[in-house]
């Protein structure tokens, strides 16, 4: 008898920790993306198809129980020393369709993204210590946001809330160009 009252406690539990191990992985793999991302776009500075390689980064980063058809968005903004975005000055991808970058060397590469709003282009990015202009006295601080929409590993998780949405978002300083 109190086998049979405390089994539905048990199951309950059980099934608790499993989803909480997963919502904690996805959300490590989301941010660890997004760092990753970051450092990308750092590294890649005003360089042509910087944004391209950031998005594949993200791709290849989010490992399971996260997988990369879930990602909503992933936006690389100007950022303020402290992590915000400054003004307007944000690329928006969504993930639907696809956008192709051709590089200098004659290569190219595809990703399952679409550029929706254009506020930071990589020409306008300023990798130069000295400063681009009065706008950019010194060397820009590039963030990613990545906002993903997790799904539930059983339907237990669905009674806690029908969905999560993770918005993980880094800012790092570009690597100067001299």
Not at 26 to 50: C, H, K, L, Q, W
Not at 73 to 102: F, H, K, M, P
């Amino acid at each position: 008898m109190e086998f049979a009252l405390i089994l539905p406690i048990l199951v309950l539990v059980i099934f608790g920790l499993f989803e909480f191990s997963f919502v904690m992985n996805t959300s490590s793999s989301v941010n660890y993306a997004s760092r990753d991302g970051a450092m990308i776009a750092a590294e890649g500075g005003a360089n042509p198809g910087t944004d391209c390689v950031v998005l594949q980064v993200i791709e290849r980063d989010l490992v399971a129980p996260a997988v990369p058809p879930r990602v909503q968005r992933v936006e690389i903004y100007w950022s303020d020393l402290n992590g915000a975005q400054r003004g307007a000055a944000v690329n928006v991808y969504d993930r639907v369709g696809s956008t192709t970058c051709n590089y200098a060397d004659g290569s190219s590469v595809t990703v399952p993204y679409t550029l929706t709003t254009p506020g930071y282009l990589e020409p306008d990015r300023c990798d130069v210590l000295a400063g681009c202009d009065v706008s950019h006295p010194s060397v820009d601080t590039v963030g990613v946001r990545i906002t993903y929409q997790h799904q539930w590993a059983t339907s237990f998780g669905r009674y806690i809330a029908p969905t999560v949405i993770f918005r993980k978002s880094t800012a790092i300083r570009m690597e100067p160009q001299l």
